[in-house]
């Protein structure tokens, strides 16, 4: 098969996947704003982006470098160098771990209660968070060896589709039996799936890999890959922290300065508003191979033809659904979440604005990743979660959680504009979109 062939399959199953993840999770969380009620919606929220926080930690920023590595001796079939990648990484992995779980149980337990959650009698946290760290952080590197493996499909099985599908079925099943469910059983349910999800996708796992056949053993191995992993993983890392401190900081904010309650609403209308920035999602799941082909050809015109006429096509659809959140955003609110959650839609329209903004500034940021300026997106993202806290803590003052969501929308403005300018600035590519692009946006995707 030959790799433009490989690729379009990779980004066939990336689209469908990513389809399916978010419209199921969707599902899943308009049942949970249903079982539970909004302060404890809010806390489950609260718990779930902590134990995804604290599992990004738990990687030690190796889920990126794995796949760079595991990738590159893949092509060369030097199996036995991928096997010693992985083992390295899983015990960097559970040493990581396990020292965040002993911590949460002696340290952060007590803090992260005071913060954020004033009543949580019927959850122990002490014993669900340190599991829920390890499932996370050991998620994430799995994924990535598949990935590097060339193995879209389980990547991006085991990446949020099994488990979003499998808690959809569950939930569904619950809400038709009982009217409520109290926090802690939803807690272990999730767990339990997720636990799930880890033991079928480490079952699966070619390894070890053979290392007889082709190229396995013919080439040798003449330095140790250890330094240079982690290396690339402690630059990765910065970004990867910066990156999610920007998508969940507002909540952690509103948590600490609102409560429990005020999360579930927040939190509801931004994973609504995902739907506005899913057209983009997508493209830069699919779009990064052709770009670093691309890239090879010096081509800059091309390369900025085909990614702005991408970035107009998938900008129509958002303006649909933003339309549909102007004039029916209550109505949007009640149907996924329920009527308790319709006073949000100024929140969900706010939102929507920062999403659009994303959606019209196109793939930039891909563009400075594939083309290697992962230090300049690393300022940019770190600069802009600074600014989103700062922001949060004066708006919602003043605002509650439209303040919140006024930040947020703003921080990503901010992002998505600086991202553009260096792009541009170093790379010699616009993004954003234009009509004019869009005109010819059928022919760009033809010529990939």
């Known amino acids: ?20 993840a978010m419209l199921s999770g969707m599902v899943v969380h308009g049942a949970l704003a249903r079982l539970l009620t909004p302060e404890e919606y809010g806390n489950y929220l609260l718990i779930l982006s902590l134990a995804l926080f604290l599992g990004l ?21 030097q199996y036995h160098c991928i096997n ?3 083992a390295f990484a899983g015990k960097i992995v559970f040493i990581a771990s396990l020292v965040l779980a002993l911590l949460w149980v002696f340290l952060i337990d007590d803090v992260v209660t005071h913060l954020f959650f004033s009543s949580l009698s019927e959850v122990d946290l002490s014993v669900v968070m340190p599991v829920w760290i390890a499932l996370m952080a050991f998620r994430l590197v799995i994924i990535e060896i598949y990935r590097g493996l060339g193995d879209i499909f389980k990547a991006t099985l085991f990446d949020s589709v099994f488990t979003n599908v499998v808690l959809m079925a569950a939930l569904v099943i619950l809400m038709i039996l009982y009217s409520s469910l109290t926090l802690a059983f939803i807690l272990f349910l999730v767990l339990g799936v997720y636990a799930i999800n880890f033991l079928v996708s480490a079952v699966l796992l070619p390894v070890p890999l053979s290392t007889s056949g082709q190229g396995s053993d013919s080439v040798d191995v003449d330095h140790d890959d250890k330094p240079s992993l982690m290396s690339a993983a402690m ?6 922290l910066s990156v999610f401190a920007l998508a969940q900081s507002m909540i952690w904010l509103v948590g600490n300065l609102m409560g429990s309650e005020n999360v579930a609403l927040f939190a509801a209308a931004q994973k609504l508003v995902n739907l506005v920035a899913m057209p983009l999602l997508i493209v830069n799941l699919v779009i990064p191979p052709f770009i670093s082909e691309l890239k090879a050809t010096g081509d800059h015109e091309r390369t900025e033809k085909i990614v702005r006429g991408i970035s107009s096509l998938v900008g129509l659809p958002a303006l649909i659904v933003l339309t549909v959140f102007v004039f029916f955003g209550d109505l949007a609110m009640t149907i996924v979440y329920g009527k308790e959650y319709a006073s949000a839609s100024s929140v969900l329209l706010m939102l929507s604005i920062g999403a659009l903004a994303n959606v019209l500034t196109g793939s930039c940021g891909k ?26 803590v004066v708006l919602i003052q003043y605002f509650g959680i439209l303040g919140a969501a006024i930040a947020a929308s703003l921080a990503k403005l901010i992002h998505n504009l600086l991202s553009l300018f260096y792009a541009h600035k170093y790379c010699g590519i616009w993004t954003h979109v234009s009509v004019l692009h869009f005109m010819f946006a059928y022919k760009s995707l033809r010529r990939l």
């Open 57 to 77: 930690l738990g990687q030690v920023g190796l889920k990126q470098a794995v796949l760079r590595w595991v990738a590159d001796y893949s092509s060369k079939k």
């Open 1 to 20: 098969m030959s790799l433009k062939s490989r690729l379009l399959k990779g980004g066939v199953w990336a689209l469908i996947g990513k389809m399916l």
């Open 235 to 240: 630059v990765l890392y910065v970004t990867d």
């Open 367 to 392: 563009i400075l990743l594939m083309y290697g300026y992962h230090n300049i997106l690393m300022k940019i993202t770190f600069s802009s979660g600074l600014i989103s806290v700062l922001f949060g």
């Open 84 to 86: 010693r990648v992985i």
